[in-house]
């Protein structure tokens, strides 16, 4: 243990004594090997300051958004307003099934009481003639009678 100490390392030598290759240098920033493996030269990374992280202008980050949304002001009223328009549409097709329904009804009626109608006139029709013939008839005894009643005086 004593001849580890002093110095960095790996302290029990095993088999995986090799970096990876994304394994990153902190002293050549080179990959592929640990930093105690080094052979290479420290380099310096010239970095830029906070301060002039700072007074650069950062580019703002743009996100796409739907052309509906960029105007927030009628946002909920054109939501509503097609959802009214919506409502509309559907009440209208309805209205339009029920008209066509309420119509062939109204057909029906009026099939069924030209049919009354019809059977009424006709039984009126048969009515008047059955009276006609009622008519004819009583006529038709009445003359009989009344020749009768003629020859009857004559003789
Ligand atoms: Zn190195």
Redesign the pocket.
């Known amino acids: 243990m004593k001849r580890f100490r002093s110095s960095t390392g790996p302290k029990f030598t095993s088999s995986f004594t090799k970096a990876p290759s994304t394994q990153q ?1 902190q ?4 990959y592929g ?1 640990y ?1 105690y ?4 030269g420290r380099v310096y990374n010239a970095r830029p300051t906070r301060t002039q992280q700072l007074h650069k202008p950062t580019k703002r980050i743009q996100v796409e958004v739907p052309e509906e949304f960029l105007s927030k002001k009628g946002l909920a009223a054109k939501i509503l307003k097609e959802k009214e328009e919506e409502r509309q549409r559907k009440k209208e097709e309805k209205d339009k099934k029920r008209n066509k329904k309420k119509r062939r009804r109204r057909q029906c009626i009026v099939f069924i009481f030209r049919i009354i109608t019809r059977t009424k006139l006709e039984q009126e029709q048969q009515h008047q003639q059955s009276i006609l013939q009622l008519v004819s008839f009583v006529a038709i005894v009445v003359q009989l009678a009344l020749e009768i009643a003629f020859a009857h005086f004559s003789s």
């Not at 002293?27 to 080179?30: E, I, R, T, V």
């Open positions: 240098c002293k050549c920033l080179q090997h930093t493996e080094c052979k290479g």
